[in-house]
């Protein structure tokens, strides 16, 4: 069994992303000083690195290459909810990101029929990114006692609205590409 096209570009898509991802993270994580937020963040963009990595694997396996592609999820991210301008806007909108991310890929390992490979792939990128979760909620919460919790939740609210706008956005430009994805009664019909 090989990659039909919407595959193909979805996992190239998955793949894009995760490198957008390490690239920004690692920026930041070089910009950092010392302390336990640089730590977590070095581990977190070398994760996204791998899982770039995976997914090239995975693509490669099932006899296809990644195609290269103009744009990320991220670009779009960051145009609708404007640069986070400091750590804790940073954390926030990682926190909402990372969120989206391990939700997708719930939605994709779902699917009836799946190739085990792509399987496999989501599943062991499904450990880092809960991973990622876990330690940028902790993060954040350190910083409300600075910023304030009730700043920071109203921070978390405005880009979750820039989450869902970009997501359905997303889905609505990529329709037919992703039309797969729309869960497992998709297969159904005729
Ligand atoms: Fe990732
Ligand atoms: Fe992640």
């Known amino acids: 069994m090989s990659l039909s096209d ?9 793949r894009s992303s ?14 950092l000083r010392p302390g336990p937020v640089q730590h977590d963040l070095t ?11 995976y997914w090239t ?14 744009e990320a999820y991220q670009d779009r991210y960051l145009e ?10 940073v954390l926030a909108i990682t ?7 391990i939700n997708q890929y719930a939605k994709h390992l779902a699917l009836r029929g ?8 989501i599943g062991r990128i499904m450990e880092d990114e809960r991973w990622h979760v876990q330690w940028v909620r902790e993060a954040l919460a350190d910083l409300e006692q600075r910023f304030g919790k009730d700043h920071v939740e109203a921070t978390l ?13 997303t889905l609505a430009e990529y329709e037919e590409r992703l039309g797969f994805l729309s869960g497992p009664a998709q297969e159904a019909a005729p």
Not at 43 to 53: I, K
Not at 57 to 70: E, F, M, N, S, V
Not at 95 to 101: A, N, Y
């Open 6 to 14: 919407d595959e193909l570009f979805v996992l190239s898509y998955y």
């Open 18 to 31: 995760e490198i957008n991802g390490s690239l920004f993270f690692g920026r930041l994580a070089r910009a």
């Open 43 to 53: 581990r977190h963009f070398a994760d996204e690195a791998q899982h770039a990595w």
């Open 57 to 70: 694997r995975c693509i490669d396996a099932l006899g296809a290459r990644p195609l290269k592609l103009a």
């Open 80 to 89: 609708a909810a404007g640069l986070p301008l400091n750590l804790m806007e």
């Open 95 to 101: 926190l909402v990101f990372e969120r989206r991310v």
């Open 114 to 121: 799946l190739h085990p490979q792509i399987g496999a792939t």
């Open 157 to 169: 609210r405005r880009y979750r609205e820039a989450d869902r706008e970009v997501y359905a956005e």
